[in-house]
């Protein structure tokens, strides 16, 4: 009679397990449809993912420590989200309206891709923004980007580099002259004391920060790492009697620089400068802008070439941009599409990693100094205005309103992070060998920019 029992008793739980491997196959099948028509037709689940954005913009937007006003129309008047206090703005808070053209690209780009898909739904024309650097700041303030990129775990190598570098810099020189209209034309931003200055004032006085703390003799042989189109260093070599050689892995710049200056062009990759300069020691060594492009695997690197190219008694000076956002992880890269689609192979340096590369490389800080987004920010909207008013100059010369349309988003999206305090400046004076007694008595210090 038992064994009867215990047989039955087998035959139901076998039937139940049987029954149970049909629902988890039936389970499976619908999720695999489901990503099938997600893939292939996306917009087909955009009523599904409507509710889903909505829900993930009250999240950050309509909570006690939100800051920042968001509405969203499409279809001509039907509200996607709309803050809570729309109508009862407080003193000073920043209001943006997105109006979105294609309902079905801008919400599946978002739900796939987010920071991302968000820029290549605005270059595709599927929203506008009252706006965009307002909106983009609102996104900043309210939203944590913490982990939306992340470092791989792996060294750049220099055919990587080589290809990133390419990808940027060599669009094209009359792309770049369009917004970057300054003498110098420096990719970088420059230090402002008011905002009526121009881009001219802002520049020289970066240049001459530089150039204080260098403290430059005439006749001296100098290195700028990452020169640019090397009109800085055409000032430089001008203004203190120097002779200037800069280094570049951009053809376009190599070109330019060796036609239009008095530097002298030296092309190649930053790890080879040694080789490159059959092993010149140079009394000065600066670099500005350019760090942004090693990353934390390779800075060590970086500083070993810079060592073995300096004088015993030279120095190093370096501006470049540095995270202010202790919150977020060292190992974090920055904006997803800028570094998609712009800066392919960056990220932003973070101020406790370069310390770490000049102790390893056993090189010495004698000088830090850190100055706020501002200066940048303003930098931004001054090229994102100069592009605009170029654009149909560009149009004629072929460039298509994709690459308009994606460095408007990118100025507009770094003068947003600049402006919500995530990223500041940094500048370091580096030598070989340490100075026995160090004061600061300000001949490091700029004392206009410290003002402010």
Not at 252 to 264: G, L, R
Request: charged share 25%; aromatic share 12%; glycine share 6%.
């Amino acid at each position: 009679m038992d064994f009867y029992k215990n047989a039955i008793k087998r035959m139901k739980s076998n039937k139940s397990l049987s029954m149970n491997r049909k629902t988890i196959a039936i389970v499976l099948t619908i999720i695999v449809i489901v990503i099938m028509i997600f893939m292939y037709n996306p917009s087909i689940l955009t009523p599904v993912f409507i509710p889903i954005v909505r829900n993930r913009l009250s999240s950050g937007l309509d909570n006690p420590k939100s800051f920042g006003l968001l509405k969203i129309v499409y279809n001509g008047d039907q509200i996607l989200f709309k803050s809570k206090h729309w109508d009862h703005p407080r003193e000073h808070e920043p209001r943006a309206i997105v109006t979105v053209t294609d309902i079905n690209d801008f919400i599946t780009s978002v739900i796939k891709d987010n920071e991302i898909g968000l820029g290549e739904s605005y270059v595709h024309k599927s929203w506008f923004a009252d706006d965009l650097m307002i909106f983009i700041q609102i996104m900043c303030f309210n939203f944590d980007t913490n982990k939306s990129v992340r470092m791989p775990m792996t060294l750049k190598s220099k055919s990587m580099d080589q290809k990133n570098i390419e990808y940027h810099y060599d669009v094209g020189n009359d792309f770049y002259e369009t917004f970057l209209t300054d003498k110098l034309m420096a990719y970088t931003c420059g230090f402002w004391k008011d905002p009526r200055e121009t881009l001219d004032d802002s520049q020289f006085r970066k240049v001459d920060t530089v150039l204080t703390k260098l403290k430059l003799k005439p006749g001296m042989k100098v290195l700028d790492i990452g020169c640019g189109w090397g009109r800085i260093g055409d000032y430089v070599s001008n203004k203190e009697k120097v002779t200037v050689y800069g280094l570049t892995i951009s053809r376009a710049q190599y070109d330019y620089m060796k036609k239009n200056t008095s530097v002298i062009p030296i092309y190649g990759d930053y790890r080879d400068i040694a080789k490159l300069t059959n092993h010149m020691k140079f009394d000065a060594i600066y670099s500005i802008g350019m760090y942004e492009a090693v990353t934390q695997f390779n800075g060590t690197m970086f500083f070993d070439q810079v060592k073995q190219s300096l004088k015993d008694n030279g120095v190093f000076v370096m501006h470049c941009i540095s995270s202010i956002d202790t919150s977020k992880p060292q190992d974090y890269m920055g904006d997803s599409y800028v570094l998609k689609h712009i800066f392919p192979g960056g990220q932003i340096p973070d101020v406790q990693w370069i310390y770490r590369h000049i102790r390893d490389s056993r090189m010495s800080l004698i000088h830090h100094e850190m100055f706020g987004g501002q200066h940048y920010a303003e930098t931004l909207k001054h090229w994102r205005q100069n592009m605009l008013k170029s654009r149909d100059y560009l149009l004629s010369r072929g460039y298509k309103e994709e690459l308009i349309r994606s460095y408007e988003y990118y100025f507009s999206s770094c003068e947003a992070a600049f402006r919500a305090n995530t990223m500041g400046l940094s500048h370091f004076v580096i030598v070989n060998h340490p100075i026995a007694d160090i004061r600061n008595d300000g001949n490091y210090l700029c004392p206009s920019i410290n003002a402010n």
